[in-house]
């Protein structure tokens, strides 16, 4: 749940989002589940040349076990919130 509240804090940031596919997609970080679903608005093809047939796509929605690695904006990350989080669910509370 710790990911799930911290994703949420980002809605309405840009983000990229690498597939286990190797497609890397950025866009506005639109909505998140608690299974790390997401739905990305505005989205671009960082690699257009490798993935052509995904330029026309502006909207996506993405299954959360298909995501291999999320980049953050740098200002989208508050190190006292993840800390907090993490102590909270190192506790159980």
């Keep these: 749940m710790m990911f799930f509240s911290y994703f949420k804090e980002l809605v309405g940031k840009?983000?990229?989002?690498?597939l286990k596919n190797d497609l890397a997609i950025s866009g506005?970080?639109?909505?998140?589940?608690?299974?790390l679903n997401i739905k990305l608005e505005n989205t671009r093809v960082v690699d257009q040349d490798r993935f052509p047939h995904m330029m026309s796509v502006r909207n996506c929605f993405i299954r959360g076990s298909v995501v291999r690695y999320v980049?953050?904006?740098p200002d989208g990350v508050d190190i006292d919130?993840?800390?907090?989080?993490?102590?909270?669910?190192?506790?159980g509370v």
Excluded: N
């Design 81 to 91: 919130i993840l800390h907090d989080a993490t102590r909270r669910e190192a506790l």
């Design 71 to 73: 980049q953050l904006p």
């Design 14 to 18: 840009e983000v990229t989002m690498e």
């Design 28 to 35: 506005v970080l639109h909505s998140v589940d608690q299974y």
